[in-house]
């Protein structure tokens, strides 16, 4: 056991603060740059991932996968040019641009996250 040179409560060894007063049992200050190395300024996402991130976005939803009109067999028609099916009746694939629109949301997320400012 040690003793808080505050209180003078007495501590268990594994303890670093002081659960009465909070004050350090090592003997040092309670200043907060006695504690390591503060950052001036916190870290910020990459702005320009993201925006990249919503031009991918907006492109995705500006040419749409599409997929074959249901009197037909399943079939993936591809990325078509600004709404205009490659097929008669074709139709957008939700489920696609769903799936499209969820990744390059996560991916843009992510990488603004690993390439941010320090």
């Known amino acids: 056991m040690q003793a808080c040179p505050s209180c003078s409560r007495s501590q268990p060894e594994i303890n670093r603060f002081c659960v ?16 390591g190395p503060t950052r001036s300024t916190p870290e910020q996402l990459n702005i320009n ?5 919503v031009v ?3 492109l995705a939803l500006v ?3 599409w997929e074959s009109p249901p009197t037909q067999e399943p079939e993936f028609l591809g990325m078509h040019f600004i709404y205009s099916p ?7 694939s939700r489920m696609l641009l769903t799936i ?3 990744t390059i949301a996560i991916a843009g997320m992510y990488g603004a996250f690993l390439f941010r400012q320090k």
């Open 20 to 35: 009465q007063c909070g004050r350090r049992l090592d003997g040092g200050s309670n200043d907060p740059s006695a504690f």
């Open 100 to 102: 499209e629109l969820v």
């Open 63 to 65: 040419f749409p996968p």
């Open 49 to 53: 991932v993201l925006y990249g991130m």
């Open 56 to 58: 991918l976005l907006i």
């Open 86 to 92: 490659p097929a008669p009746e074709a139709v957008v």
